[in-house]
């Protein structure tokens, strides 16, 4: 089975720097997704960005970016030019592509507490 | 919005009662998910549903049971609440294909259930 491990229960960053928070997986498969959710404090989860695991070029969404790693089974996301509005939990997620079209849903991270300082 | 409500958004109940939360979608997707969302957990798999009448059991499946008589709905069942079983729950559900927004699941707002 796959596992998502999420090393750093809390970060704080300072508004308008950058931050990165770590993700690393494990899996015996060649080919899978990796997501990356973001949780405010209104309880819904929204998704920040995806990666497919063939494609060699990191995904990018505005301020926020990945840094894969598929060797080393490493999925951190960086958020450039922090805001108030990202502090929520944030959670890495790894989905197979040998589920038959899905239907082994998503196998998350505990998650990271992101703390934006004014 | 992918059109994924969630009923009941807050229940408070007693050890031992039956409950059910109840998923339903608008777009006609396939697959749909339970989760639950516990502190230091993240989120787990209770159940899934590949289709009407088809489902399957998730990493946390023990003491729930779920139905899909139509597409649109997904139930989750508490035979027996226990204190464990307070949690947030999320229904999720997936496209499927060659599209963009294929294999992203799309969450409803959650079901927080207190079991006193």
């Known amino acids: 089975a796959q596992t998502v491990t999420q090393s750093q229960p809390e970060m704080s960053v300072q508004e308008a720097e950058t931050v990165t928070l770590s993700c690393t997986y494990d899996t015996s498969e060649s080919d899978y997704y990796l997501f990356w959710y973001k949780q405010p404090p209104s309880r819904q989860m929204i998704l920040v960005i995806r990666q497919e695991a063939y494609k060699q070029q990191n995904a990018t969404e505005n301020r926020f970016s990945v840094n894969f790693q598929k060797a080393a089974k490493s999925f951190s996301l960086k958020i450039s030019d922090s805001q108030l509005g990202d502090a929520a939990m944030y959670f890495c997620?790894?989905?197979?592509?040998?589920?038959?079209?899905?239907?082994?849903?998503?196998?998350f991270g505990k998650g990271t507490h992101l703390i934006i300082q004014p | 919005d992918a059109g994924i409500t969630q009923s009941p958004r807050h229940k408070v109940t007693e050890t031992g009662t039956p409950v059910t939360l109840r998923c339903h979608q608008t777009e006609n997707h396939r697959y749909m998910y339970w989760y639950r969302q516990d502190p230091g957990h993240g989120l787990r798999l209770i159940h899934y549903?590949?289709?009407?009448?088809?489902?399957d059991k998730g990493e946390v499946s023990d003491g729930y049971s779920v139905s899909r008589s139509k597409t649109e709905d997904f139930l989750l069942t508490l035979e027996s609440a226990t204190s464990s079983q307070t949690s947030v729950y999320f229904c999720?559900?997936?496209?499927?294909?060659?599209?963009?927004?294929?294999?992203?699941?799309?969450f409803g707002a959650g079901s927080r259930l207190t079991v006193l």
């Open positions: 549903s590949y289709g009407v009448k088809d489902t």
């Open positions: 999720a559900i997936t496209r499927t294909g060659a599209s963009s927004g294929a294999n992203v699941l799309t």
């Open positions: 997620a790894y989905r197979s592509t040998n589920s038959g079209g899905g239907a082994d849903g998503l196998t």
